[in-house]
């Protein structure tokens, strides 16, 4: 629908540190197998979603998640004639800058940093690993990823101005990103809303009938199941929801993208970077669905009590952790980066734990 937007390999500004081409791989492909073969992409499948895994084995984790991501990204960017090796490789890069326990982790860290005049965000500390953290190669550090993916990584979610964020200013600020990279943040956004109403009716936290009334497109969803499958159980007819829901933000980007090119009038690649708004987006309908279901899920599941205690002992162990680690370096000695202060020598490290090694470490310096 869109390939004449589709941003083409042979225009990558390349690599920083200049590598042969591979004989049958492109740039962007080699980038998205660099990730898939990270300790920090592997490292995923122990970093929690929403629910701990201590309550049960189906749960998502941050792992599974970004599988999820990858796959609607996928189908958008090859519905949209987009590229999909870019697409996929920012899909698979998008979370692997997050720390332990999910975003009251990131919450946490953030505050410590802010104590030294420093922020954690965890897009910025993905492309720290991708370009320092992650040492696999002799001939350069980090994964040497094309700049486009290491763009996409810090822009995906947001655009920012010159300055803005000064050790950002060689990612064109003021420019919208590639149309691909903006593909993550919405597959993102309908991923989590889906699976997270998944995982939260697997922890009894709530019920189909309370989704559809609180939001009107899932109850329209919800009636056509029940009168499709009256027999079903309510798990079968809940699941079968689910994939219609999917279905539904899936479609509304697609056709918001579509429609948003048109009016915005972009044409080529330069077009989409030089828009005054971003170009992919829901259509206006799917946008009030994704917008109820994220306040329903807030509401309901993550301000919930049942989630309320583990966050709060999350938040309290890692304050704990990074501040003895501040106290006692000498716990950080195969992690030393040279002329990097020791503040964040100790984010890196804790933001690179998944949550298990985490207690285990924790346990083992406070039991």
């Known amino acids: 629908m869109l390939s004449s937007l589709r941003f083409p390999v042979e225009s990558s500004r ?58 609607i990204a996928r189908t958008l960017a090859s519905a949209l004639g987009l590229n999909e090796d870019l697409t996929e490789a920012l899909a698979l890069a998008h979370d692997i800058g997050h720390p332990p326990f999910a975003h009251a982790g990131e919450e946490a860290l953030n505050r410590q940093m802010q104590k030294f005049g420093e922020h954690f965000d965890h897009n910025i500390q993905a492309l720290r690993i991708v370009d320092k953290l992650e040492q696999r190669y002799p001939r350069f550090p980090g994964l040497n990823l094309t700049f486009e993916v290491r763009e996409g990584i810090v822009k995906h979610s947001r655009d920012f101005g010159p300055g803005e964020y000064p050790a950002l200013d060689e990612y064109l600020p003021g420019l919208r990103p590639p149309l691909e990279a903006q593909l993550i943040d919405l597959a993102d956004e309908a991923a989590y809303n889906a699976a997270d109403l998944d995982d939260a009716y697997e922890a009894g936290l709530l019920t189909p009938a309370q989704i559809a009334a609180a939001v009107p497109a899932y109850a329209a969803i919800l009636e056509t199941v029940e009168t499709q499958f009256p027999g079903a159980t309510e798990r079968e007819q809940f699941q079968e929801s689910i994939r219609h829901l999917i279905d539904s933000l899936v479609s509304g980007i697609i056709e918001g993208t579509v429609n948003a090119a048109a009016e915005l009038r972009v044409a080529s690649v330069e077009d989409v970077r ?18 109820g279901l994220k306040r329903f899920l807030y509401r309901e599941v993550y301000a919930s009590k049942a989630l309320a205690e583990d966050r709060r002992t999350s938040i309290e162990q890692l304050d704990r952790i990074f501040e003895y680690l501040m106290e006692n370096p000498g716990r950080l000695t195969s992690h030393e980066q040279s002329g990097v202060p020791l503040h964040r020598v100790v984010c890196d490290f804790i933001a690179g734990m998944t949550d298990r090694y985490f207690q285990r470490f924790y346990d083992g310096v406070f039991a």
């Open 14 to 71: 390349g690599r920083r540190y200049p590598e042969p081409a591979h004989p049958y791989r492109g740039a962007f492909q080699r980038d998205r197998d660099r990730v898939i073969h990270t300790r920090a992409f592997r490292r995923l499948e122990n970093k929690t979603q929403v629910f701990a895994p201590e309550i049960s084995d189906h749960f998502r984790n941050r792992l599974t998640h970004t599988l999820e991501v990858t796959q």
């Open 274 to 291: 030089q828009s005054p708004s971003r170009v992919a987006r829901f259509t206006a309908e799917a946008r009030e669905t994704s917008l």
